[in-house]
C-alpha cells in the first residue's frame, strides 16, 4: 500500500490530473476525510521506543486532525506544478 499523495503524484504525472472518490453518504467528491501521518513522525516514535525497551503498550499516532482527500491532492499537484516549472528554468 502507497500513500495518497504517492498514487496522486502518479496520477497527475501520467494523465496530468488526480481522479479522488465519488461523493457519497453526505461527502462531495473528494470530501472523505482520514488522519494523515507523516513518515517521519512514525520513525521518531520507533526509534523512541527501540531506546526504551522498558516502555511498551499500544499507542495511537495520529494527529488527531482529519483531512479532506482533495487537500492531500491539491497539495500534490501544486508541488509537481512547482516542480516542472523550476525544472524548465
Known sequence: MASV????????RETGKVKL???????GDGMQSRDFVSVEDVVK?????L????????FNL?????QP????AV?????C?????ANRR
Request: hydrophobic share 35%.
Open 5 to 12: 499523495a504517492f498514487h496522486n503524484f502518479n496520477q497527475y
Open 21 to 27: 472518490f465519488a461523493g457519497n453518504d453526505g461527502y
Open 45 to 49: 516514535v520507533n526509534l523512541y521506543f
Open 51 to 58: 531506546d526504551h525497551p522498558e516502555k511498551c503498550g499500544i
Open 62 to 66: 495520529g494527529s488527531g486532525r482529519a
Open 69 to 72: 482527500f482533495n487537500d492531500v
Open 75 to 79: 497539495a500534490t499537484v501544486n508541488a
Open 81 to 85: 506544478r512547482l516542480s516542472t516549472k
